[in-house]
């Protein structure tokens, strides 16, 4: 049995990719990793071609082909080349950040299904959907799709509302839960050396992570996030490390916090707007604790089994969190300085502690974290094998 286009599957990658956000470039690197290795596996090869909002970059980042995301003539073109088309990962069907992600998301399918190409949702959060005229045509692509797999179980209960058999959902982890470090790459510093380059005053704190972004207008939520952080300081003698997870806005809320830290900003630094994502990934294995609003801060953090602790924006810092066992603590509404330094202290003082708790559903979610990869290739590799039966009749 062969798969198409001289031994390979060529499968078209439709995400928020090209846009430097380092989740969202973490998901696409661990689409690909995965998608490589289960290949590789069936003994056959992955060509990808992805959509993206800046294709050279993308080119030179992962060594791949790439389309203008926006072109849909060139979109059509490569699906039409292709063996399939894989929406996500990451939260693409959602309507809080404005009204063009969903029309978008679902047209690229449509154009797949147009091309008569199989599409596949890999690992997607759904929602939030606040405008019901969105949830029929979502039903409808989902329903169309030839495999559906969402992270967690709240998306695969809102699909199932929008009526979407709920058998056709597979649940599975957020993809960078499988993303490893890059190849020779040193583990964690874990005597909890300091993260700086060159080391210096400071070397020997403990290194705290912190990933903050904007969200409330009048930043009430950065300004109760400065007081915790202060709030730590004053209690265990620590190195605060700024990780902006997404260039220029990031970096921006980051020294926003830092200029709030009173005479512990001295203690603060930030750590460069890494572009490639395993080099964000080596920046929270160096922590002995991440504090994070962004989701993939604390994903990264958990792939790294350092001790973590989620400030919640969105459902979808509490569904992570709930997989791990674990609450947040504090949103952007409510977060006691007091019970925050007492818990970060805590987990400073026994790390080991929190990953004996932790260690069986991280490791849980590293092994699930490979099934959509799995499942495709299965999929284009049976109709392949069809084909060919069909053929020899």
Known sequence: MKANHGGKLRLVLSGYYGFRNSGDEAVLLSILTALEKEAKAAGVEVEPIVLSGDPAWTEKQYGVRAVPRMKLGEVRKALKTSDGLISGGGSLLQDATGLGSIPYYLGVMEIARMCGKPTFVYAQGIGPVNRPMFRPFIARAFRKAAYVSVRDDESAGLLAEFGVARDRIEVVPDPVMGLPLPEGAASRAGNGASAAAGGGEGADKPVVGVSVRFWRSDRADLDRAAGALQALAERRSVRLR????????????????????????????????????????????????????????????????????????????????????????????????????????????????????????????REQAAKPAQRIVQTLLQVDSAKELEVTR
């Open 242 to 365: 700024f990780l902006p997870f997404h260039r220029g806005s990031d970096e921006d809320a980051s020294l926003y916090v830092m200029e709030r830290l009173g005479r512990f900003a001295e203690e603060a630094e930030i750590a460069p707007a890494h572009e490639a994502p395993q080099d964000m990934l080596r920046e929270a294995d160096r922590c002995s604790l991440l504090v994070g609003m962004r989701l993939h801060s604390l994903i990264y953090a958990a792939n790294r089994e350092v001790p973590l602790l989620g400030l919640s924006y969105d459902p979808k810092i509490d569904q992570f969190l709930a997989r791990l066992g674990m609450k947040a603590i504090g949103t952007t509404e409510s977060l006691d300085a007091g019970r925050f330094a007492e818990a970060a202290a805590r987990m400073l003082d026994d790390p080991q502690g929190w990953r004996q708790k932790a260690h069986g559903a991280i490791w849980r979610l």
